[in-house]
């Protein structure tokens, strides 16, 4: 009876507290919680209420119409409705390459896009190839008139090229006119020389690494990120971005693919503790009576010495051999240390954001991502209260190929990265290397033997030697000076691979997007795999076809500045 008693108290009790948090209030105004009421009640949350809870508090929707607020301010300027109406037919073309580009563009370093889209033909619209357009308003960074030619052109650089992006489906109007002008205007935004160097030196250590391990240990499943150096470079540009934006801690759920590069190179893992690991010794002292973990286990958790004084902790989390079992682990820890920072839905500042100290980066795999389920869950619950920790960052390494099969066979959809759109989640698609026959951002016949560069401070003069005259042709009729400086050659290299300043573009953009909405975003790298699933597997009896284009490359994109470096320094 006192059990009955008291189930029918606490039902009463619920009833009433529901009545407390659903009360109506001004939308964007959240009402402090009752104190009381939180002791009283414990866990029971109104997770619909304006009023908020310990660790939710509601958020206006961005972009809508609100009837609580007498409409929201639009998001599109009226000069650009006007625009838009007078040149509808231009609009739509336009709105059509920020829709259907990425189906054209030039992201497989294995195989180039020959794919017609007819959405992007400027006759399906009624242009005229004769007249002349101002795109002032319609597409950013462009004012002035042109022809039907050059816009297309400048579209094509923009939606076709090395980077491509998919946000048509996103939930709000204000989200997509951000993407699009972020997007158009990223494209000429330039690459510092000092930051070239850096995506160098970054890089060229990541395939140091490997081969020496090639070398030294042979017989070790390391996992390398040979075919995907780039990925380096993906997380030294988002560590530096989330930094300067004052982001304190970042924490990491990644699988075995390129763990070993990412800890020697950027996070500081002592690479002595790593090679006894691979002789068969614990990572542990001798005096401690344990083994360790597997090799592709090791974690780490530091404090990074950032740009302009900041500091950067990031914490690597152990994963198991189970691929992406770690992602919601990183979410739930990054969520843990955003209350205890008292950040987010934690912070007594009613304009606290979640993801202000704290973010999450994950690391999947092509396969692993549409192939295991722990993803959709994980996505699903990205945006529920009390699971909601202000978006992640995701990078999906495409290898295009899961163990032995090749990516085509392991989804119906046209990307690996589709589970994302089940969530409105915006994919960036990038070239993770770079075929050596495109110098400075332009296609040059194969038949071209040399191409001379724009001229640089430091290297003014210089004459550029594709990597097909390196390895068949005979370089003493070219006249090859000694640069001034090791490091000024290492950025004209670098200054010919317009797919390396692309991966950076492509980190940039997705740390500018979760930073201003708080929601996921998807980085879709697409790359190879030099060996099989692990350095002793022969992929070439399974994947014959794949790895004949593969053994074909004489070199990815970092090797070419190897070869410049071997020309000019004899090293």
């Known amino acids: 009876m006192n059990v009955l008693r008291t189930v029918e108290g606490m039902a009463g009790l619920r009833r009433a507290m529901s ?11 959240v009402a402090d919680l009752c104190p009381v009421t939180t002791a009283v009640v414990g ?9 908020g809870v310990y660790g939710y508090k509601y958020r206006e929707p961005r972009g809508f119409t609100c009837e609580l607020c007498n409409g929201c301010p639009p998001s599109v300027p009226d000069e650009v409705i006007q625009k838009r109406k007078e040149e509808s037919c231009l609009f739509r073309w336009i709105s059509a390459f920020r829709e259907f580009g990425h189906l054209t563009a030039d992201v497989n370093p294995l195989s180039p896009n020959t794919r017609q889209v007819p959405e992007l033909e400027p006759g399906l619209y009624g242009l005229n190839c004769d007249a002349l357009y101002n795109p002032c308003g319609l597409v950013a960074g462009c004012d002035g008139m042109y022809s039907l030619q050059q816009l297309q052109d400048i579209l094509k650089q923009k939606y076709c090229g090395h980077m491509s992006v998919e946000f048509s489906y996103l939930p709000t109007l204000e989200e997509r006119e951000w993407f699009a002008n972020a997007v158009e205007s990223l494209q000429d935004e330039l690459i510092t020389p000092e930051e070239r160097i850096r995506l160098a030196g970054d890089m060229l250590r990541s395939q140091a690494f490997d081969n020496f391990l090639g070398t030294k240990f042979q017989s070790v499943k390391r996992y390398g990120a040979e075919g995907g150096e780039s990925t380096v470079g993906f997380f030294s540009e988002v560590f530096r971005r989330v930094a300067q934006d004052s982001v304190e801690q970042v924490v990491i759920g990644i699988a075995h693919r390129g763990r070993l ?20 010794l614990s990572e542990f002292p001798e005096s401690v009576k344990f083994i360790g973990d597997a090799l592709s286990h090791l974690a780490i958790s530091l404090d990074m010495e950032m740009e302009g004084d900041n500091s950067l902790h990031v914490t690597m989390l152990p994963n198991p051999s189970h691929l992406e079992a770690v992602n919601p682990v990183a979410c739930g820890k990054t969520r843990a240390r955003q209350r205890s920072l008292k950040e987010g839905y934690y912070s007594t500042n009613h304009d606290a954001q979640p993801g202000d100290k704290v973010v999450c980066l994950q690391v999947h795999g092509d396969a692993a991502l549409g192939g295991q389920g722990v993803n959709q869950e994980t996505l699903s619950l990205s945006s529920v209260p009390h699971f909601d920790i202000g978006g992640a960052l995701h990078l999906a390494i495409n290898n295009q190929i899961g163990y032995t099969t090749p990516g085509e066979r392991t989804r119906s959809s046209e990307y690996c990265t589709d589970v994302a759109k089940m969530c409105g989640i915006p994919v960036i698609h990038v070239n993770g290397d770079q075929p050596e026959r495109l110098i400075g951002g332009e296609e040059k016949e194969s038949s071209e033997r040399a191409s001379v560069s724009e001229p640089h401070p430091s290297t003014s003069g210089f004459t550029v030697i594709t990597p097909d005259v390196f390895m068949d042709g ?6 090859l000076p000694t640069p001034p400086h090791p490091s000024s050659f290492l950025f004209y290299v670098i200054h010919h691979q317009p797919s390396l300043t692309a991966v950076v573009k ?14 996921d975003v998807f980085v879709d790298l697409l790359c190879w795999r030099r060996w099989g699933h692990n350095e002793l597997d022969n992929p070439r009896f399974t994947n014959p076809t794949m790895y004949h284009v593969i053994d074909a490359r004489r070199c990815v994109c970092v090797c070419v500045c190897c070869i410049y470096l071997v020309v000019l320094y004899r090293v």
């Open 19 to 29: 009545a407390v948090y659903l009360k109506s209030v001004p939308c964007g105004r």
């Open 43 to 51: 866990c029971v949350r109104a997770y619909q209420s304006y009023q």
């Open 261 to 280: 590069n990412l800890l020697t190179g950027l996070l500081q893992y002592p690479a002595s503790i790593m090679f006894r690991k691979m002789k068969g």
């Open 474 to 479: 005979d370089l003493s009729s070219y006249n």
């Open 506 to 519: 492509a980190a940039r953009l997705a740390v500018q997007y979760q930073r201003k909405f708080r929601r």
